[in-house]
Each structure stands twice: as structure tokens, then as C-alpha cells.
């Protein structure tokens, strides 16, 4: 499914930027954090998209949904959106 690939492209993110270096305070608006905190918030960890996911499906109906009726996105947003992000 769509959901499935966009969360293994997510977890891959963060296999990808492994080896680069993020200071420990993450620098700037991250400098009050823990390093831990730095460290999720900068890493993929794909169960927190699934998370994210679940949340907008129970809340919102889906994404889509979310986008539409929170966000405001328009028809021909959605579909330039989809067409830029799916194959």
C-alpha cells in the first residue's frame, strides 16, 4: 500500500542520514532538549509516522480527510499532492 511504501522510504531517511553527525543539543531551537530528545525528533523512526498515521485515521478520518477538512487544502491541491508523492 501507499502507507507502507511512504514508511519504509521514512525508516530508510533515517538509515541514510546515519552517518551524518547532529551536535548533541541539536543547536539552535533544539539547543534546550535532551540529547535523547534531539535524537528522536531528528531520527526516522518509522513507528512514529505509523503513530502520526493511526492518529489522523482515528481522528480525522485519514489524511486526506485531515488535509481537506483541517488544513483546507483544496481538490486540486489533494491531487497535485497526490500526483507529486505517488507513483
Avoid at 501507499?2 to 543547536?27: H, K, M, T, V, W
Wanted: charged fraction near 20%; avoid cysteine.
Amino acid at each position: 500500500s501507499p502507507r507502507d511504501i511512504i514508511i519504509e522510504d521514512y525508516a530508510l531517511s533515517g538509515e541514510l542520514l546515519a552517518g551524518q553527525r547532529f551536535s548533541e543539543n541539536g543547536g539552535g531551537m533544539l539547543s534546550h532538549m535532551s540529547a535523547d530528545a534531539v535524537r528522536a525528533i531528528m531520527g526516522s523512526d518509522p513507528d512514529y509516522l505509523a503513530t502520526a498515521f493511526a492518529s489522523l485515521e482515528q481522528r480525522h478520518g485519514g489524511v486526506e480527510q485531515y488535509l481537506r477538512d483541517v488544513l483546507g487544502v483544496g481538490p486540486d491541491a489533494l491531487l497535485a499532492i497526490r500526483s507529486a508523492l505517488l507513483e
